[in-house]
């Protein structure tokens, strides 16, 4: 297959780029090559590529059939449950009353939160840091913007993104997510949580609270100077990440990779994108 030619670019298939059959010749082609986007593909009923389209037709969407399946052109979903993240389980999420966090919920000063706070009270429980002010956290001014993200990162660095209606993982370019977010009108919510930039230029605009410095284990087992020339032992990137969501943006409830702590720091909520949805 590696030696066969694809797409009007006519290259050999590359299973690092997302790519489309036409449903009409059979053909193979790069979504970046034909205008479609990876995260568009499970949306698209028919696919006819540009040879084909003027005697088939453009490309066809799958028919909205209903809201609470992953799958919203099933047209036999009326008996099956709810799915986590489709357009009426993010209604019934926002409406529904939890419980009071008094009781779960530990409060401190950033200050008070050190080795000798975690030796004496433990922690089993989260903690909300009501000043920051001691913690030792360096974050970018709230006037630091998804463009900004762009800059430091770079247009063409990939991202995985969440699908919320589909609650699935797709690729897409940081410049394309930025058209996204800043656009007026989104046909699909999607999320980004796992953009990790410890080794972009936005690494040195972060720095995480001296007391997770302290107990990280990436801190502690793999030391600053000589850990990326260890073959055997390189050192893990999974301290530094950026999250972007737009409104409805849901992951599901989950519990982090080895039951690892995490924290966390709201640089800004934007009320005007909000007004765009």
């Given amino acids: 297959m ?15 780029q997302f790519m489309i059959q036409c449903d009409a010749c059979d053909d193979w082609f790069h979504g970046g090559c034909v205008g479609i986007e990876e995260y568009q593909g499970n949306d698209i009923e028919r696919y006819h590529c540009p040879r084909c389209a003027p005697r088939y037709g453009p490309l066809t969407w799958k028919r909205q059939e209903n809201f609470h399946r992953h799958d919203y052109s099933d ?13 009426v389980f993010i209604k019934q999420l926002k409406t529904k009353q939890f419980a009071s966090s008094e009781g779960i919920l530990l409060k401190c000063r950033g200050k008070d939160l050190t080795l000798d706070y ?17 913690l030792g956290l360096v974050v970018p001014k709230t006037s630091f913007s998804v463009t900004d993200v762009q800059q430091f990162v770079g247009p063409n660095f990939e991202l995985d993104i969440i699908d919320v209606a589909r609650q699935g993982d ?12 800043m656009t007026k009108r989104r046909q ?8 990790e930039f410890s080794r972009t230029s936005l690494s040195k605009l972060v720095h995480g609270p001296k007391i ?6 990436v801190n502690r087992f793999w030391p600053e100077h000589g850990a990326d020339d260890s073959p055997a032992h390189p050192k893990p990137y999974v301290q530094k990440y950026c999250l972007m969501g737009v409104k409805d943006s849901y992951t599901d409830f989950h519990v982090d990779f080895g039951g690892s702590s995490v924290w966390y720091h709201v640089l800004w909520v934007s009320f005007v994108y909000k007004s765009r949805d």
Avoid: H
């Fill in 212 to 217: 997770v410095r302290e107990i990280d284990w």
């Fill in 75 to 87: 047209n036999k979903a009326e008996c099956k449950a709810v799915q986590a993240g489709t357009a």
């Fill in 118 to 134: 975690f030796a004496k009270k433990g922690f089993r429980k989260p903690i909300f840091v009501e000043a920051k002010d001691g």
């Fill in 188 to 195: 699909k919510t999607l999320n980004v949580i796992s953009l």
């Fill in 2 to 16: 590696a030696s066969d030619l694809y797409c009007i670019c006519r290259k050999p298939y590359d299973y690092m």
């Fill in 170 to 181: 797709v690729k897409m370019k940081m410049s394309d997510w930025t058209a996204y977010f």
